[in-house]
């Protein structure tokens, strides 16, 4: 196994540095993952997760729901480490540093996606969180095969 270590983000604190009320920091992020096998998880189990990092963005940038997914606990950790990103039609890229193994492991290891087609603002995100990705782990990432 790799030694990157994953974190997360809870909704409550999340909710809590963007002034949302919990209901409308859930509703005002318009992405959740899918997987086509299992349907959508029930929005509970949801986090909220910045495309552009929190320390890095603008406090408009921060506040955007441009700048948002809703993500499970695994993916929004595997995304906040730039283990896994999305292109502009929303399905998920992910880095060649994980094993076969980790990707069974993770549950990344079939064709996953968005429930919708990003935004065009949120592309501009996705794009720059992707070429973050490349930049850390030396390699763009890829679709899953």
Do not use: Y
């Not at 919990?22 to 899918?34: E, L, Y």
């Not at 729901?65 to 039609?89: P, R, V």
């Not at 994980?98 to 794009?127: I, M, T």
Request: aromatic share 6%.
């Amino acid at each position: 196994m790799s030694s990157f270590k994953l974190r997360t983000f809870p909704l409550e604190i999340l909710e809590e540095h963007t002034q949302f009320p919990p209901d409308q920091a859930r509703s005002a992020v318009a992405f959740r993952t899918r997987n086509c096998e299992h349907g959508a998880p029930s929005p509970s189990v949801l986090r909220a997760s910045h495309i552009k990092s929190w320390s890095t963005s603008s406090n408009t940038e921060r506040l955007s729901t441009d700048n948002g997914l809703l993500l499970t606990a695994t993916f929004d950790a595997l995304f906040d480490k730039h283990l896994i990103s999305f292109d502009d039609n929303g399905r998920m890229l992910i880095a060649d540093v994980l094993s076969d193994e980790e990707r069974q492991l993770l549950q990344v290891h079939k064709p996953l996606g968005l429930s919708r087609k990003p935004s065009r603002n949120q592309c501009s995100f996705l794009a720059m969180h992707r070429a973050s990705a490349e930049r850390r782990w030396g390699a763009p990432l890829s679709p899953i095969p």
